[in-house]
């Protein structure tokens, strides 16, 4: 095995490992009912404020009609509003509810809670060296320009 197997094999060893203890892999997220991709869009539309599907696809990087069908399910279930853009009619301008809000906060919570219990235990220096670690890691692959996600 050369290096450059050995670097995707620790790379991707760190994927399933970080992976595996955010249970991002659950089949709803911090003890929602919400599936993980689900959970994200309430996130990002409750960071947008309001946004238009397109916007939402583009963040995410998810199939058009796989977002059709959670934006639908969310809809139903009252997290969220649909109504047509005053600039174009032909795209619907979509907002949280009530309902939404109060998810979007929880899921913020208890996401902070899930990181602060996981860096629970380490000394300042650790938690130090791992924030810049992944701050070097985002910005290093930011600069690349490019990814790929269809690696497991």
Same mark, same amino acid.
């Given at each position: 095995? %050369? ?11 760190? %994927? ?13 997220? $911090? ?11 309430? @996130? ?27 934006? *639908? ?17 032909? +795209?619907?301008?979509?907002? @949280? ?10 899921? %913020? ?5 899930? @990181?602060? %219990? ?13 924030? *810049?670690?992944?701050? $070097? ?5 930011? *600069? ?6 269809? +690696?497991?």
């Amino acid at each position: 095995m %050369n290096i450059e197997d050995t670097i995707v094999a620790d790379i991707r060893e760190f %994927n399933r490992f970080y992976t595996k203890i955010l249970s991002l892999l659950d089949k709803h997220v $911090l003890n929602t009912s919400y599936s993980f991709t689900e959970a994200r869009v309430v @996130l990002e539309i409750g960071f947008m404020e309001s946004c238009i599907a397109n916007n939402l696809v583009e963040k995410l990087d998810i199939d058009r009609s796989y977002m059709s069908r959670i934006i *639908a399910k969310l809809s139903k279930d009252g997290l969220l509003t649909k109504e047509i853009s005053t600039l174009d009619n032909r +795209t619907s301008v979509i907002q @949280l509810t009530a309902k939404g809000i109060a998810l979007f906060n929880q899921l %913020n919570e208890k996401s902070d809670k899930q @990181l602060i %219990n996981l860096l629970h235990g380490l000394s300042q220096r650790q938690i130090t060296e791992i924030h *810049a670690s992944m701050l $070097l890691i985002k910005k290093n692959l930011e *600069a690349s320009g490019g990814y790929c996600n269809d +690696t497991i």
